[in-house]
Structures are given as structure tokens and as C-alpha cells.
């Protein structure tokens, strides 16, 4: 392949090149963005949910606990 050759190429498909390197570095910064969002809020998401987990197991021990003495005492 000769210069010309390479130039003559470029006439006929480098606005179409240009275009798909366009489209595919917007995508790809698109991309980006969206995986800082989902990181963001997948974070914010655990700072929410893991103290009520933990709160939540509490209740529900001391739930438990209670109930079991409940079941002592009726049993007399």
C-alpha cells in the first residue's frame, strides 16, 4: 500500500472513522460515569443498611431473650 493509497482511504472512510472513534469515546466516558454513580450509591447503600443489620440483630435477640422468659414463666 502506497501513500496514496493510504490518503485515498482516508478521504472515503475517515469521516466515518472519525465518527465510530467519536461515538465509542462518548460511550466509553458514558461508561465511566455511570460506574462512579453505581459505586457511589452502592456505598451509600451500605453505610444505610449495615447499622440497621446490626440494630435490627439486636432487637431481635433481645426479642428473643424475652420471649423465652415469657415461655419459662407460663410454663409454671
Known sequence: MEFADAIQLVKQFGPFFIAVLFFLWRDWQREDRLSKRIDH??????????????????????????????????ER
Open 41 to 74: 450509591l452502592e456505598d451509600e447503600q451500605r453505610q444505610v443498611i449495615m447499622p440497621l443489620v446490626r440494630d435490627c440483630s439486636a432487637v431481635i435477640t433481645k426479642n428473643t431473650t424475652v420471649m423465652e422468659r415469657i415461655e419459662k414463666y407460663l
